[in-house]
């Protein structure tokens, strides 16, 4: 259960699933739509859910930035960014990284992904963007 002060519930509808870009490129999520105001005040928490990523090379990086927006078009990075990092020649292992937004957070919110320059080719495997409740 991700969510320790909530329900932790899935809500299948606020769900993205987005491959990884190309090496050197970034690739954004779709947005999900928390709703009217009254909607965000209730406890929510997010994931970020990737794969076992075997292709990520040693030292490269796919990083992982939250992004909202008030009108699901004019994008700002929320300050909460994740890194993860191939190594030992087998890539990075699947995981998951939990956060939250503040109660004034605009009504969408996505994930921008870039990988790395020479990073390896990822662009077979997809992350999810996934909403608890």
Same mark, same amino acid.
């Given at each position: 259960?991700?969510?320790?002060?909530?329900?932790?519930?899935?809500?299948? !509808?606020?769900?993205?699933?987005? +491959?990884?870009?190309?090496?050197?490129?970034?690739?954004? @999520?779709?947005?999900?739509?928390?709703?009217?105001?009254?909607?965000? @005040?209730?406890?929510?928490?997010?994931?970020?859910?990737?794969?076992?990523?075997?292709?990520?090379?040693?030292?490269?990086?796919?990083?992982?930035?939250?992004?909202?927006?008030?009108?699901?078009?004019?994008?700002?990075?929320?300050?909460?960014?994740?890194?993860?990092?191939?190594?030992?020649?087998?890539?990075?292992?699947?995981?998951?990284?939990?956060?939250?937004?503040?109660?004034?957070?605009?009504?969408?919110?996505?994930?921008?992904? +870039?990988?790395?320059?020479?990073?390896?080719?990822?662009?077979?495997? !997809?992350?999810?963007?996934?909403?608890?409740?």
């Amino acid at each position: 259960m991700p969510n320790v002060l909530g329900r932790g519930i899935l809500d299948a !509808n606020l769900t993205a699933v987005t +491959a990884f870009p190309a090496a050197g490129a970034t690739a954004n @999520s779709a947005s999900l739509d928390l709703g009217p105001k009254y909607l965000q @005040s209730e406890r929510l928490e997010f994931g970020i859910v990737w794969p076992l990523v075997t292709p990520l090379a040693d030292t490269k990086n796919l990083i992982f930035n939250v992004q909202t927006s008030p009108d699901n078009s004019t994008w700002t990075n929320a300050g909460i960014t994740k890194t993860i990092t191939g190594a030992g020649g087998i890539g990075t292992p699947a995981g998951e990284y939990l956060f939250r937004l503040a109660s004034t957070a605009p009504q969408y919110v996505r994930v921008s992904v +870039a990988e790395d320059a020479a990073g390896g080719v990822v662009t077979g495997l !997809n992350f999810t963007l996934n909403a608890y409740f």
